[in-house]
């Protein structure tokens, strides 16, 4: 049997931050828009920075 999934890479991040960026990008889409950003970050040939959703008032609070 073969395995289709990436590896599991944890990484720490405060409860309030993690919960913050789900509700933004979708609880299931966080591993997608932090790949994303990953291959961008290490300039992986054709990697885009993964666009930020529109600034709301509560933002950086």
């Known amino acids: 049997m073969t395995d289709n999934h990436t590896p599991l890479r944890p990484i720490r991040v405060e ?3 993690w919960e913050a ?3 933004l990008v979708g609880k299931r ?3 997608a ?3 994303d ?5 290490v300039r992986e ?3 885009k920075l993964p666009e930020r959703p529109p600034a709301t ?3 950086g609070s």
């Open 15 to 17: 409860t309030e931050l």
């Open 21 to 23: 960026f789900g509700e």
């Open 29 to 31: 889409n966080r591993s």
């Open 33 to 35: 828009v932090i790949r």
């Open 37 to 41: 950003f990953i291959r961008w970050y």
């Open 45 to 47: 040939r054709g990697a």
């Open 57 to 59: 008032p509560a933002a």
